[in-house]
């Protein structure tokens, strides 16, 4: 493993084991910095390639991931890889689905189902997690 996020860049969220993951939007560039050691792209095509080891999750804009268990599966992936790499979580804007596979990953690291919106919205961005149907997602995340 590398040099891990510094927590005070834009972006970074602290989970409370302590694991940082870095949400970002694609469409800005690439912060300074240095590079993620793994990636999960959320977007409806696939992502360009990268030096770094990447995934992505078939997912259109202000919808829900095309494959429930597939989406499950790369939250876990990126969850359990944090712990020992720099994880980056983006999407397009990165609010909506990004926040809201953040919120999945908080799930995940102990937060409760009732409160990983609000926390990915106070420690990562306002607004994460954008619709309804992304809301209710992360409520019913197994």
């Keep these: ?29 690439m912060p300074a ?4 050691e793994f990636a999960l792209y959320l977007k409806h095509g696939p992502p360009l390639p990268t030096d ?15 494959d429930f268990h597939d989406a499950a599966d790369a939250f876990r992936e990126a969850w359990l ?17 990004t926040g809201t596979a953040l919120a999945c990953m908080a799930i995940l690291d ?12 106070a420690r990562y961005r306002p607004g994460a997690v954008e619709t309804p149907w992304q809301r209710r997602f992360v409520r019913r995340f197994p």
Excluded: I, N
Aim: net charge positive; hydrophobic share 40%.
């Design 1 to 29: 493993m590398g040099t891990p996020w510094d927590p005070a860049l834009p972006g970074v969220l602290r989970l409370p084991s302590g694991r940082l993951v870095r949400g970002r939007a694609l469409l800005k560039p």
């Design 33 to 36: 910095g240095p590079a993620p």
């Design 52 to 66: 770094w080891e990447q995934r992505w999750v078939r997912w259109r804009d202000l919808r829900l991931p095309d």
């Design 81 to 97: 890889r944090a712990a020992d790499e720099r994880v980056e979580v983006a999407c397009f804007g990165g609010r909506g689905r």
């Design 110 to 121: 102990g937060v409760p189902r009732t409160e990983a919106v609000e926390y990915v919205r």
